[in-house]
């Protein structure tokens, strides 16, 4: 239950006994016995600055479009509400956009579009935050965040300090970064600077895009193009967090050594792989879950999408455990086909 008449801390409103279910998209049911609205950094100093919010442990939250909660949080939430957009610098090389971490990222996306600041189309309609999108690297149809990063604030949640972090101290790799490392739950990230480079080039190497020239015939498209188009795509193969919960791509894509690969392509020679730059090939995981006939099955009221074996959803009053339960199921029969352990993407709470 929610309490009526939050208690106040300061300026600090407390809310207390909050539901989450509608904090996150695989609408799994929890409560957060206190929660704190991060609107600016200064919010952040204040919870820390307070006698007893400022020694409880804590869990940021964005969207929720990353995250399985299997128990109700008795960890101090902080909601991070950060707002604000604006064109830090117009370089030569460059546009230099901020935005704060509270903002929805495919507003942003848009915005920058129609602002005539091209370069984040192929990150088009992922769902969440700025300010989460740095802590997994998103990435989809050929471009990752990293591609278009110049810097973030972050606030540490014991000194309080906002220390500024380039792209070379964020250490990005594939869903990944420090934020997920080092930095996992020490700090709130409260602002994002996006670079996005001048003159503008498309990014057009994902098969789906290719699909969409050849079949619209339109072999240089312009930045709107593309962004419509990867709407199209995703809109089409993704379920809509509305209506059926879920958090998108459930594993990772697992990288093998091409020894490794060879191996399983000479038992499934269909196995959908791709080399990557450093030697190892990355393969696809729902191709590999899809193989061991997951897809459209489920355990309790947690199922695997019936049109993509990488997305499992929620077929209505799935709870935490059962999603777990269901992923593991999965994890065990792809590694007794395979010998390739998935990791999952989102974070499990
Ligand atoms: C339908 C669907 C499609 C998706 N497609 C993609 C895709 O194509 N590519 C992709 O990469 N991801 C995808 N995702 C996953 C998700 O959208 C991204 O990971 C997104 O960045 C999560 O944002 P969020 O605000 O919801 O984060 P949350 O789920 O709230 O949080 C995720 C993690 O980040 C931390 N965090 C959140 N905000 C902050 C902050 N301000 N400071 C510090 N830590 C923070 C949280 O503590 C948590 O550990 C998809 C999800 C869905 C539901």
Request: one cysteine or more; charged letters at 25%; proline letters at 7%.
């Amino acid at each position: 239950m929610q309490d009526p008449t939050p208690a106040t801390a300061g300026t600090l409103v407390v809310e207390h006994d909050v539901p989450l279910r509608q904090h996150n998209t695989f609408g799994l049911p929890a409560t957060a016995r206190r929660l704190v609205r991060i609107a600016t950094e200064a919010d952040v100093r204040r919870v820390l600055a307070h006698p007893e919010l400022g020694r409880a442990p804590k869990f940021v939250l964005g969207g929720g479009s990353n995250v399985i909660l299997t128990r109700d949080m008795p960890e101090l939430v902080l909601k991070v509400e950060v707002r604000g957009r604006r064109l830090v610098a117009e370089r030569p090389d460059a546009y230099i956009v901020e935005a704060g971490a509270g903002e929805c990222w495919h507003e942003v996306v848009a915005w920058t579009l129609d602002q005539g600041w091209p370069g984040l189309e192929n990150l088009a309609l992922i769902p969440g935050t700025v300010g989460a999108a740095p802590v997994q690297n998103i990435g989809a149809y050929g471009l990752e965040l990293a591609d278009r990063f110049e810097s973030l604030d972050t606030v540490d949640l014991v000194t309080g300090r906002t220390v500024t972090l380039n792209r070379a101290q964020c250490r990005f790799g594939y869903r990944d970064s420090l934020f997920k490392g080092a930095l996992a739950g020490k700090s709130v990230i409260t602002r994002v600077r996006l670079r996005l480079p001048r003159p503008w080039q498309p990014v057009l190497g994902y098969l789906d895009l290719e699909r969409k020239m050849a079949e619209t015939g339109q072999h240089a498209p312009d930045a709107r193009t593309i962004f419509d188009w990867v709407c199209a795509i995703r809109r089409a193969k993704l379920p809509d967090p509305a209506e059926i919960g879920n958090v998108g791509s459930f594993f990772k894509n697992p990288l093998v050594s091409a020894e490794q690969c060879r191996d399983i392509i000479t038992r499934d020679p269909h196995v959908v792989h791709y080399p990557m730059p450093d030697g190892q090939f990355k393969l696809a995981a729902g191709w590999l879950i899809d193989a061991c006939g997951w897809k459209g099955k489920a355990i309790g009221h947690a199922g695997v999408y019936d049109r993509q074996a990488l997305v499992l959803v929620n077929r209505g009053g799935a709870t935490g455990s059962e999603v777990v339960t269901l992923a593991r199921a999965i994890q065990e029969s792809v590694y007794g086909r395979f010998g390739i352990r998935l990791e999952p993407e989102p974070v499990i709470v």
